[in-house]
Nanobody, 120 residues
Framework: QVRLVESGGGLVQAGGSLRLSCVAS????????MGWFRQAPGKQRELVAT???????NYSDSVKGRFTISRDNAKNTVYLQMTSLKPEDTAVYYC??????????????WGQGTQVTVSS
């Protein structure tokens, strides 16, 4: 059973930085589009950033210029470098990926989430 395992969350002061990582737990063929989402208390889950297999990148307006998404295909890992963090960035961050598990099987997977808390 493939899982996405996230790490790197924590507590940071406003203006600080964090780097999130998300890796597939089992051997897979490849990952197609990968992304990060977040959900703050009482709010809906929202898109933060996505990166395609051809490195086409999309950011939400709220993080553009502050966050950087990247991927390492050899390690089946996607990263989210977050800088100039603001209290409104506080949320549980989830990674998502379209994974080619075997050539005939493609599924979407979510990570378990990692908490990011930004203090003012």
């Amino acid at each position: 059973q493939v899982r996405l395992v996230e790490s790197g969350g924590g507590l940071v002061q406003a203006g600080g930085s964090l780097r999130l990582s998300c890796v597939a737990s089992e051997s897979i063929v490849s990952m197609n589009t990968m992304g990060w989402f977040r959900q703050a208390p009482g709010k809906q889950r929202e898109l933060v950033a996505t990166i395609t297999s051809r490195d086409r990148i999309n950011y939400s307006d709220s993080v553009k210029g502050r966050f950087t998404i990247s991927r390492d295909n050899a390690k089946n890992t996607v990263y989210l470098q977050m800088t100039s963090l603001k209290p409104e960035d506080t949320a549980v961050y989830y990674c998502n990926a379209e994974i080619v598990v075997v050539p005939s099987l493609v599924n979407y997977y979510w990570g378990q989430g990692t908490q990011v808390t930004v203090s003012s």
